[in-house]
């Protein structure tokens, strides 16, 4: 079946730094990628996808690129804010209707 | 729009009772998802829903049952709780197109229940 890695954490940032969370996955076919992010006590949303290699999800100023080669959907953002703490799961998604695989998050905490 | 609500938020059940989570979806999704979110082990399936009337086993349903009677309910059902089924539970849905999800559906979630099984 499917799997994902990605670091746990937590990972410990200062305000303005530059952030990096790594996600490698194993999916059959060819899968749309996504990166959720779950703020405390909140359910999962959306944060960013892409559907095809080399396409480039972004929003809120965070960024991450489809590498078929390497498998990968790193997520990164150049400067994070305190706001920006939560837990990111990254989220392959292969053809059929049960086929979300959610890594098991890696906790961001950001100090001012 | 509400998008995907679920009640209660807490629930503190003694062991061999049952209940009923609520969930409840406003955007016409065909596609319901029941997970359970375990610390240190992200989330897992539960049951889906590809649309009223039809369910599906997840990664792990036993302890569990859902129904889904229309597009926008999908409960579920614990009948004998035990302390293994401490955790926080999440619904959420997607549109999904005929027979199977879309390659780049989204998945919008509830906010979740936290249930503690003493």
């Known amino acids: 079946g499917d799997s994902v890695t990605q670091m746990e954490g937590p990972v410990t940032l200062s305000e303005e730094a530059f952030l990096t969370i790594n996600c490698t996955y194993t999916a059959t076919g060819y899968p749309s990628l996504f990166w959720y992010v779950q703020y405390p006590g909140e359910g999962l949303q959306l944060l960013l996808k892409a559907t095809k290699a080399d396409d480039k999800g972004s929003n809120k100023g965070f960024e991450a690129t489809y590498r078929k080669e390497t498998t990968s959907f790193h997520l990164e953002k150049g400067s994070v804010q305190v706001s920006d703490s939560a837990v990111y799961f990254c989220?392959?998604?292969?053809?059929?209707?049960?086929?979300?695989?959610f890594g098991i998050g890696t906790k961001l905490q950001v100090i001012p | 729009n509400a998008g995907v609500t679920q009640t209660p938020k807490f629930r503190i059940l003694k062991i061999g009772q049952s209940m009923t989570l609520q969930c409840t979806q406003d955007?016409?999704?065909?596609?319901m998802y029941w997970y359970r979110q375990d610390p240190g082990m992200g989330l897992k399936l539960i049951y889906y829903s590809v649309g009223a009337g039809i369910t599906d086993k997840g990664e792990v349903p036993n302890g569990y049952n859902v129904s889904r009677s229309t597009t926008e309910d999908f409960p579920l059902r614990l009948e004998l709780a035990a302390p293994s089924q401490t955790s926080v539970y999440f619904c959420a849905s997607s549109y999904g197109t005929s027979g199977r999800v879309g390659r780049t559906d989204t998945q919008y979630f509830g906010p979740g229940t936290r249930l503690t099984v003493l």
């Open positions: 955007m016409n999704h065909n596609y």
């Open positions: 989220a392959p998604l292969s053809g059929g209707y049960q086929k979300v695989t």
